[in-house]
């Protein structure tokens, strides 16, 4: 399997948790979103989204994280991403797609350039905005997280939910976000990182991150 990504793509992000939480090997391209790599032709014939990640597996090029993701736990069953009980994975999607369309839609790199150039925004209002779209839906996400009485994970074991979670919450932080109030989510945070799938996959130990540790 071949993950054309980007160290800093919370989309990125997610495939990599997901390969690794399912133990499967993948040699890592990266696509340079500053110098718009992704929109070159020889990416868009492969991706016409234009947008990473795209999984070169089986035989084809696939897109979109999400579907990705679904793909994955259906092609490679071993360690599921999501829980066996119709109910459990209901809730697993309810969170992790609340926070796939209604926080990174909005918050999306080509988003943010619009609001940037042609509309003039400054990098505050955008900030303001980012802020925004992470609190309107991670203040539900909390409040089932403590409906549900989670504790480290949603359920078991990190999931779909945790794959999603984590890169938004790191995107989060860069943007000063104040998880003050959602203890529930910094618990699930502090979890996952501690897991070597996760912390293989963060965006400090990609080959791409120009501060990426040499000796690690
Ligand atoms: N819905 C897509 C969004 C992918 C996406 O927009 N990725 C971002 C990085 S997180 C990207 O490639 N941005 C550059 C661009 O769209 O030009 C998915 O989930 O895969």
């Not at 992000?13 to 997901?18: E, T």
């Amino acid at each position: 399997m071949r993950l054309h990504g980007y160290f800093r793509s919370s989309t990125s992000y997610r495939l990599r948790i997901a390969l690794n939480l399912k133990g499967l090997d993948y040699d890592y391209v990266p696509v340079n979103l500053l110098t718009s790599e992704q929109k070159s032709p020889a990416f868009t014939s492969r991706n016409p989204f234009g947008s990473v990640p795209l999984l070169q597996a089986d035989g084809r090029d696939r897109a979109q994280s999400m579907a990705l993701l679904e793909w994955l736990d259906e092609a490679y069953p071993k360690s599921p991403m999501l829980p066996a009980d119709i109910e459990d994975r209901y809730t697993v999607r309810e969170l992790a797609y609340a926070i796939a369309t209604e926080i990174h839609a909005p918050n999306n790199s080509p988003v943010l350039g619009y609001l940037a150039d042609p509309l003039g925004h400054s990098k505050e209002e955008i900030a303001v905005w980012y802020r925004h779209w992470l609190a309107r839906t991670l203040e539900p996400v909390e409040t089932r997280l403590a409906q549900l009485g989670t504790c480290d994970f949603l359920f078991d074991a990190p999931g779909m939910f945790e794959v999603v979670l984590l890169p938004q919450v790191y995107n989060a932080r860069r943007l000063a976000f104040d998880f003050s109030a959602m203890p529930h989510i910094e618990r699930i945070e502090a979890a996952c990182l501690a897991l070597d799938p996760f912390q293989r996959a963060h965006p400090d130990n990609q080959p791409d991150n120009p501060e990426k540790d040499q000796t690690v």
